[in-house]
T-cell receptor
Framework: EPEVTQTPSHQVTQMGQEVILRCVPISNHLYFYWYRQILGQKVEFLVS????????KSEIFDDQFSVERPDGSNFTLKIRSTKLEDSAMYFC??????????????FGPGTRLTVL | DQQVKQNSPSLSVQEGRISILNCDYTNSMFDYFLWYKKYPAEGPTFLIS?????DKNEDGRFTVFLNKSAKHLSLHIVPSQPGDSAVYFC???????????FGTGTSLTVIP
């Protein structure tokens, strides 16, 4: 069964450093997403991406964040200058794109980001 | 901003009995609801969904009920099995977009 994959599984970085989290969505899916979950809190939406552009983003997704689909398979989240509060589990998801609101999203296993 | 709430952080159920997980929401514009299951160190796994035009959807041992007037949905697992032990998240989306709003999760323990 096709699945979303994410690398690395755990990333440790120093505050102020740039990190890139990588995702390979399910191959025929058209929408891609990033969510994060700070320890002990709920899963929060960051951004959705469709047709090579951001379709929706939350207040969390400020200028420090960017997303890119550099080739036909990868979808990346870049954090330019990490802060301590960026420490969280970051989940990538993808959906087929059958309909905006009724599209089931399939999640990857997550990347645990630790900012020291 | 707690648009989707799961007021029970944990639930314990005996194997073979029914598990009922509850979720409340505040935004009447939500039109699609889902339940995800999450094991430690894994991503959320889609379990079952329901559109706002329905009040019930069933898939094997899992049934989701939607009460739009009460802004409440519930997940019933019958019979519960030890492998069902996980954290269950409800999520909702607006008809205008594709962002999912997640609840805080309920940790279900099924006791053998």
């Amino acid at each position: 069964e096709p699945e979303v994959t994410q690398t690395p599984s755990h990333q440790v970085t120093q505050m102020g450093q740039e990190v890139i989290l990588r995702c390979v969505p399910i191959s025929n899916h058209l929408y891609f997403y990033w969510y994060r979950q700070i320890l002990g809190q709920k899963v929060e939406f960051l951004v959705s991406f469709y047709n090579n552009e951001i379709s929706e983003k939350s207040e969390i997704f400020d200028d420090q964040f960017s997303v890119e689909r550099p080739d036909g398979s990868n979808f990346t989240l870049k954090i330019r200058s990490t802060k301590l509060e960026d420490s969280a589990m970051y989940f990538c998801a993808s959906s087929p794109g059958e309909g905006a609101s009724t599209d089931t999203q399939y999640f990857g296993p997550g990347t645990r980001l630790t900012v020291l | 901003d707690q648009q989707v709430k799961q007021n029970s952080p944990s639930l314990s159920v005996q194997e073979g009995r029914i598990s009922i997980l509850n979720c409340d929401y505040t935004n009447s514009m939500f039109d699609y609801f889902l339940w995800y299951k999450k094991y430690p160190a894994e991503g959320p796994t889609f379990l079952i969904s329901i559109s706002s035009i329905k009040d019930k959807n069933e898939d094997g041992r899992f049934t989701v009920f939607l009460n739009k007037s009460a802004k409440h949905l519930s997940l019933h697992i019958v019979p519960s099995q030890p492998g069902d032990s996980a954290v269950y998240f409800c999520a909702a989306s607006l008809y205008t977009g594709n962002q999912f709003y997640f609840g805080t999760g309920t940790s279900l323990t099924v006791i053998p």
